[in-house]
């Protein structure tokens, strides 16, 4: 028995059965059964996307009606509102989302983010003056003119399903793409409502296009490999980012790249509730699930083994209270897939080994459900030098490191392959800022302050990835620029 409705494409501005009808089970990760069918689309099914963007570019009015555009994304927001149930069913049954976070993560996070594009969209520049300039003995007045880039291609992750194709799919929108989105084949359907809202709102045919399949790659390298294809923007991990980097310099393709992260939270020995602030960075929201969550927490020497008590309390107080489909105070739910378990309880077996203390959790928990269920698991005694400690676990495992002092903490910090977020905590406002400024990470919250929000710029230093998200920014990755002079005398 399925849950969800069937996912199919949308191509064309046609919603489509797959070639030759094939379609693949989604697996719900609270159970392991099948929560739904999606299409499995063929190479010929991605082709046709990949030529109607491409036309939908090149031969409508797209790319230069910016009031139409405005007009569209502002009624599919609307459809959106109207299906939020729906949203959520999506969020819950193909990604795992529990109960008491689905809304904040999920939904909410990702239609808030929505509005913020429409908000920040009138400030985009899309011509500037630049005055006028002898040169070879006569006068050009110049101006750049910022132009949407073409057809872009949105690949997208399982973990925010929503939240991440929002960020793409409106961004590129509003700047006057065209666009294929790529869901993960863990979440079609919360890319299959795009293609279907798309059409009820009236969209023109082969401006927004969806296609998905059990392949993970087909589907993606297809995209990343053809000339018509001008710019890839993708969310995932860092091996297949490098991969669409290495594909896409064939045709020297544009790539945006949010990736992977291991990041650290900073709490100075003056943070006014230690306890407080250590407690909170247990990493239970959608099982640790989340490319910004601090992973790894940094605490004084001095002060190691009362964090290492406050942590062994907080998990013991937080105990069975996750895992339960329909508890509204659930936070945390499984994990996405037995693939993912797998790759993370391999992790808590490699910290094990390599010296590390399990303070809490560790453990498969079958007797949740058929689904992928892994405790609340926190090791302590770690250096950074571990791999717990420097590879993306992708699950609900946190990690505990001592520092000697406010240099010692920036450093094992910045010692990471990554840079996407990070944390700092101290009763000094100054003192916080002047670490915060040192870590190499895209976004840093000080002192519990939010620097992840749909009107700010969302990316990565090193590993983590290059390109911005969200804000103005996040709109102007979609745009080029194109230099204009004209003879005056
Ligand atoms: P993934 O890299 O395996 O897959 C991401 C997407 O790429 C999926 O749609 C997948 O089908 C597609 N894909 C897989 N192989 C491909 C290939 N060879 N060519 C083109 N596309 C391909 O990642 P995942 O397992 O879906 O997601 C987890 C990872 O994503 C984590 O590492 C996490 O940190 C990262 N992530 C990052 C952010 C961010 O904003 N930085 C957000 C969410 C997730």
């Known amino acids: 028995m399925t849950t969800l409705p069937d996912a199919r494409l949308f191509i064309d501005g046609e919603l489509r059965d797959a070639e030759g009808g094939r379609t693949f089970d989604v697996i719900g990760p609270w159970t392991g059964e099948p929560v739904g069918k999606a299409a499995d689309a063929s190479a010929a099914d991605v082709e046709a996307a990949i030529v109607a963007a491409r036309r939908a570019f090149d031969h409508t009015d797209w790319s230069t009606n910016i009031g139409k555009r405005v007009e569209l994304v502002t009624k599919l927001r609307a459809l959106f509102e109207a299906n939020r149930d729906r949203l959520s069913d999506l969020a819950r049954h193909e990604a795992g989302a529990a109960l008491g976070a689905v809304g904040r993560a999920h939904v909410d996070m990702a239609l808030d983010g929505w509005d913020d594009y429409l908000a920040v969209f009138p400030q985009v520049t899309w011509e500037k003056d630049y005055g006028t300039r002898t040169g070879y003995g006569f006068e050009s007045h110049r101006v750049a003119v910022y132009e949407p880039v073409g057809v872009v291609a949105a690949i997208t992750p399982w973990n925010v ?159 069975d209270n996750w895992g339960e489909f329909d508890n509204p105070k659930h936070i945390m739910g499984p994990v996405v897939s037995k693939r993912q378990m797998d790759r993370v309880m391999s992790y808590i077996e490699l910290g094990i080994e390599e010296g590390a203390t399990l303070i809490a959790g560790g453990k498969t928990r079958p007797d949740k459900g058929g689904g992928y269920f892994i405790e609340p698991t926190c090791f302590a005694d770690v250096t950074n030098d571990m791999r717990i400690a420097r590879e993306e676990i992708f699950g609900p495992v946190l990690v505990l490191i001592p520092f000697e002092d406010d240099d ?73 620029t194109k230099a204009i002079a004209w003879r005056v005398a």
């Not at 991969?243 to 064939?250: T, V």
């Not at 002192?447 to 103005?472: H, Q, T, V």
Request: aromatic letters at 6%.
């Open 161 to 319: 399903p929503l939240y991440v194709n929002v960020g793409k799919v409106v961004a590129a929108l509003l700047a006057g793409c065209t666009l294929i989105l790529k869901p993960a084949p863990n979440t079609p359907g919360m890319g299959a409502i795009f293609g279907e809202l798309a059409a009820e709102a009236g969209f023109p045919a082969g401006v927004v296009n969806v296609v998905f399949g059990s392949d993970p790659a087909m589907a993606g390298e297809m995209l990343v490999k053809d000339p018509r294809v001008d710019l890839i923007s993708f969310t995932g991990s860092t091996g297949v980012g490098k991969r669409i980097m290495e594909q896409g310099a064939a045709t020297l393709k544009r790539v945006f790249l949010e990736l992977g992260g291991k990041s650290a939270k900073i709490v100075l020995d003056d943070a006014p509730n230690f306890a407080m602030e250590v407690a909170t960075a247990m990493l239970v929201f959608h099982a640790g699930q989340g490319c910004a969550v601090q992973s790894r927490l940094l605490v004084p020497k001095s002060r190691y083994e009362e964090a290492r008590a406050i942590l062994a309390h907080g998990y013991a107080s937080f105990g």
């Open 408 to 480: 010692d903490a920036v450093r094992i910090a910045n010692e990471s392959d990554y840079g996407l977020s990070g944390g700092v905590a101290s009763g000094n406002l100054d003192r916080a800022m002047r670490v915060a400024r040192r870590i190499r990470s895209g976004s840093v919250s000080v002192n519990g302050g939010m620097c992840i929000a749909g009107d700010l710029p969302f990316g990565g230093y090193k590993a983590s990835g290059m390109g911005r998200e969200w804000g103005l920014e996040g709109i102007e990755e979609f745009l080029e």
